[in-house]
């Protein structure tokens, strides 16, 4: 699909979807090769809406505690639309913090209103259930811009 397609939330999920296994490596982002949340949100990105707007710079595991910067919120901001925290659909993001004083640090796609596609370190991409865990953590959501029904 090209930036002049129009991108449905199943074509988000599908795309989603093939990511499945994808081993985590940091900071990559290749489907079947490695890549870490951004990565995967990234990587969809860029089959369903173009080239990426910007590319990150390096970051480091522990780049959120080190900075102090809400880095992954404000970009979040910058390229995606915001959404209703309690009325997510297939196809959003959603954006996680571990503390309420700490930047966000972790993204999913929404598969099902109780299900999510995420990249976590020390397992292949999957796709869980949105446990009571993950509710509390979470804390925004977001769509892909241009989205249509």
Do not use: N
């Not at 499945?20 to 490695?34: D, E, F, K, R």
């Not at 966000?104 to 999510?116: E, F, G, Q, Y």
């Not at 796709?127 to 977001?142: G, K, M, N, Y």
């Amino acid at each position: 699909m090209s930036a002049a397609s129009k991108v449905t939330r199943a074509d988000i999920v599908l795309c989603a979807r093939r990511w499945l296994g994808t081993p985590y490596q940091h900071q990559a982002s290749l489907i079947h090769v490695g890549c870490d949340c951004l990565g995967l949100v990234r990587g969809i990105w860029r089959e369903l809406i173009g080239p990426e707007p910007e590319t990150p710079p390096p970051y480091s595991a522990d780049w959120a505690e080190v900075g102090g910067i809400d880095t992954l919120q404000l970009v979040a901001r910058r390229y995606l639309q915001p959404g209703g925290k309690a009325g997510w659909q297939a196809g959003d993001v959603l954006l996680f913090r571990w503390r309420a004083h700490l930047p966000a640090k972790h993204l999913a796609i929404v598969t099902a209103r109780d299900m999510m596609i995420h990249a976590h370190d020390g397992a292949a991409v999957a796709e869980v259930a949105l446990s009571p865990f993950w509710l509390r953590h979470l804390d925004q959501v977001f769509a892909f811009p241009g989205l249509t029904v």
